[in-house]
């Protein structure tokens, strides 16, 4: 089936059949998405990683949709009902779905009411009611009544022949075809709170009485009103209007009048209702929610990638402190690699002379360890220690507040155990704040991505996905930024591509005991490192003091020999060609293609001798909060703020404007023109000014606005967005939050980070949509 399958993923992707042979071939022969990607352009014809990852995807369902049809052919052939002319439906079958209607007539089923019927010696009735011919619908069945097969009476025959036709009705594909499309073209969910669960569901209050259209709920809220349904809070259906199903069936079984057209027509019914309903409510269930989990994940990944890929402050030595009021805040330093060099306790917002002490040890760190920045975590008592350290004026500081998301996941972890034995918790957490300023990437690799506050109901949706989703995620930021060879950690070796963790390890081991790798070929003497594993992972690894200056480019040693050939055409050395921009001018990249490099390859070659190593992420850039706001209360209506993007959610974003609690700026708000997809126009960890719209201290919620005026009543353009679809995303939210369901207690109330949800307030949120503020 291959080929079918190279011609179906083509026709999907809008891509040519050879590009898709040609990745799935490489995928196959153990080739990663990234390696491909980057080291295979003339191979693939310039696919990216999205596009190679589409086509790893639906050759794995095409592949799952052939072993189901194989174990189906299996079982028919050993049932002896396999005929030619079912084979043939059976390898026709394009889907899932197609499959299982052409085997569930045939398919070994536990005893049910037509299975009684026939026992009872009833088909003959049911095919005969089923049939076209005209008879006497009560002689007939009269003659089916035995006592001793427990057909009592007439309506006990006519019942039994009604289940058989039920089942019929049910098992018919052409009728299962037209249910399936009834219910996607026009299925709404219908949620409704269960009685005496009013209190128990408040979050929820939105879904007590809510229908919206499958097609076009979005994301959120599925996953909002499944959940509400898991907590037995409501109850929720996803059909489309009864009438309307039996109608299509009536019109295709209901083929008589009189008494047999109405045994027909309750048989019918009795299909619909007990056998087809259940089944296509199920399966579009589990599509949409298949359709709302791949969002979900969609929104997830793009935040974590654009997380992972802020910009690091670099090799700095960096004092980090983990804020706190009754505990104090724990204070390490941190040298240029990272290291931790020293640790203490301060009390700076304690009594006068705690206050004291904490000014006179981080100045005497400042100039013993000669800091050169420091990282303040954004849980409690942040700003408040900001304040403190920067009326300290300590000179050629920077001083950062530092999202800390994550960070009590990292140091109650077995990984941070293992750094840090003989520290506890408190330092563990401090170390992981400092680490992230210095290289946000290196740092959050340690975490599970999923208690990285940055997703929508990731604890709701399919797990396997949601790994796998984030697994190439993480994958792909680390080898677009490729890894110091000597320094990296097991976590970071681990995303290469072609290692994992034994290899890494492997890799740690090794150069623990034999000390740095002098160049990349070393890493062949890493045990179990072999040939393809060398080949996969060689240009995302970086050795800076190695003799070949290649070795700290992104070049892949299989092309070092070509450099070194453009080289010795100019009568340079490699590493002069790389020094001087006027020799490598001189280069005629169409000299050099041959049959396995083209000019996509060269031109990757030239870029990295201009660039060796480059790092695709965006120079740091310093932020501060507003000065004049440091808690919710201090917020005013109207008021202009700093803030940086902690989270997008397919509702809108939300910021942190350093008043220990997000703020969200809904979609409506976040552009003066329609916003269709937040994702579009604000990125995770993006420095932005917002305006403040509501405030409700009490319920610790914010309502910002990016818009130039956000106070005007003029609606988005592009004809507005439905209210009704509005309506339901709250100020408060999922948004960022269930990775922090794991957190610890101390961190930033903001986040109420409990998912207080796809509920909250409607008229709070309706006054804040329409700008009724006074």
């Not at 009013?198 to 909002?224: Q, V």
């Not at 995302?540 to 020999?561: G, I, M, T």
């Not at 396995?596 to 001798?609: A, S």
């Not at 369901?741 to 307030?761: C, K, T």
Request: aromatic letters at 6%.
């Amino acid at each position: 089936m291959s080929k079918q399958y190279f011609l179906t993923i083509a026709q999907e992707l809008n891509i040519s059949e050879q590009q898709v042979a040609n990745t799935a071939n490489l995928l196959d022969e153990g080739a990663t998405v990234p390696f491909i990607a980057r080291y295979r352009k003339e191979v693939t014809g310039t696919l990216d990683e999205v596009q190679i990852a589409s086509v790893r995807d639906r050759m794995e369902q095409l592949r799952e949709l052939d072993k189901r049809r194989e174990a189906i052919l299996k079982s028919m052939t050993d049932l002896e009902v396999l005929t030619d002319e079912l084979r043939a439906q059976l390898m026709e079958a394009e889907t899932m779905s197609a499959l299982e209607d052409i085997y569930l007539p045939f398919k070994p089923k536990r005893r049910t009411r037509a299975t009684i019927a026939r026992e009872k010696g009833l088909e003959p009735l049911a095919e005969k009611i089923f049939g076209e011919e005209e008879f006497d619908l009560e002689a007939l069945a009269q003659t089916f009544i035995d006592e001793e097969k427990g057909v009592e009476d007439l309506e006990s025959a006519l019942a039994g022949a009604r289940d058989i036709m039920a089942e019929w009705v049910n098992e018919d594909q052409e009728a299962r075809a037209e249910i399936r499309e009834l219910f996607q073209k026009s299925g709404r969910f219908h949620a409704r709170v269960i009685p005496g669960k009013e209190a128990a569901g408040e979050k929820y209050k939105d879904y007590f009485e809510w229908d919206e259209d499958l097609k076009s709920a979005p994301s959120h809220r599925i996953l909002a009103m499944r959940r509400a349904e898991k907590e037995e809070i409501i109850t929720l259906e996803s059909t489309p209007e009864e009438g309307d199903a039996i109608f299509t069936l009536e019109k295709m079984f209901v083929t008589r009048g009189g008494a047999v057209g109405e045994q027909q027509q309750q048989a019918t019914r009795d299909a619909y209702k007990r056998l087809m309903r259940p089944s296509m409510e199920t399966e579009i269930r589990m599509t949409t929610k298949l359709s709302a989990d791949e969002e979900a994940i969609r929104v997830f990944r793009e935040n974590i990638a654009q997380l992972l890929m802020a910009s690091p402050l670099g090799q700095k030595r960096v004092l980090a402190i983990d804020p706190g009021f009754r505990t104090g805040c724990k204070v390490v330093m941190l040298d240029a690699q990272g290291k931790l060099e020293d640790h203490t306790v301060i009390f700076p917002t304690g009594g006068q002379r705690q206050k004291i002490e904490a000014e006179q040890t981080v100045m005497a760190w400042a100039a013993k360890y000669h800091v050169e920045a420091i990282a303040i975590g954004n849980g409690t008592a942040s700003r408040e220690t900001e304040t403190f350290v920067k009326k300290l004026k300590i000179p050629n500081v920077t001083v950062v507040v530092v999202n800390e998301s994550g960070a009590s996941i990292y140091s109650a972890s077995e990984v941070a155990r293992k750094e840090f034995p003989d520290h506890d918790i408190t330092v563990r957490g401090a170390v992981s704040i400092g680490r992230r300023l210095m290289d946000p990437l290196a740092e959050l690799v340690k975490i599970d991505a999923k208690s990285i506050g940055v997703g929508q109901y990731q604890h709701d949706v399919d797990q396997s996905l949601l790994k796998k989703g984030l697994d190439d995620t993480v994958s792909s930021c680390v080898n677009a930024v490729g890894v110091e060879l000597n320094t990296a950690s097991k976590e970071l070796l681990t995303y290469v591509s072609g290692l994992g963790p034994s290899l890494a390890e492997n890799i740690i081991k090794y150069r623990n005991e034999n000390g740095a790798f002098a160049n990349r070929s070393a890493l062949k003497s890493v045990p179990r490192l072999g040939p393809k594993a060398y080949e996969q992972a060689a240009g995302f690894l970086r050795v800076r003091d190695s003799k070949n200056p290649l070795d700290s480019s992104a070049v892949h040693p299989e092309r070092y020999k070509l450099v070194e050939q453009m080289a010795k055409d100019l009568g340079v050395s490699v590493k002069q060609l790389m020094e001087d921009a006027a020799l490598r001018k001189q280069i005629v990249l169409k000299n050099y293609v041959s049959e396995t490099v083209g000019m996509p390859t060269l031109e990757d070659i030239i870029q990295e001798l201009d660039k060796p190593g480059r790092d695709p992420r965006e120079q740091f850039e310093a932020f501060s909060f507003d000065e004049n706001v440091s808690e919710i209360k201090d917020l005013k209506m109207g008021m202009k703020l700093p803030g940086i993007v902690t989270n997008i959610t397919a509702f809108g974003a939300f910021v942190d404007v350093g008043v220990h609690q997000d703020g969200l700026v809904h979609v409506s708000h976040l552009s003066d023109k329609f916003v269709d997809d937040p994702s579009k126009v604000v990125k995770v960890h993006q420095q932005v000014t917002v305006t403040v719209m509501e405030v409700d201290e009490g319920r610790k919620r914010i309502g910002l606005s990016m818009k130039s005026d956000p106070f005007s009543n003029e609606k988005p353009s592009r004809g507005g967005q439905r209210s009704g679809q509005r309506n339901n995303e709250r100020s408060g939210q999922q948004g960022r939050n269930q990775g922090r369901n794991n957190e610890r207690p101390r961190g930033r109330q903001g986040s109420n980070r409990q998912e207080q949800s796809a509920d909250g307030d409607l008229q709070a949120k309706l006054a804040m949509l329409k700008g009724k503020f006074k």
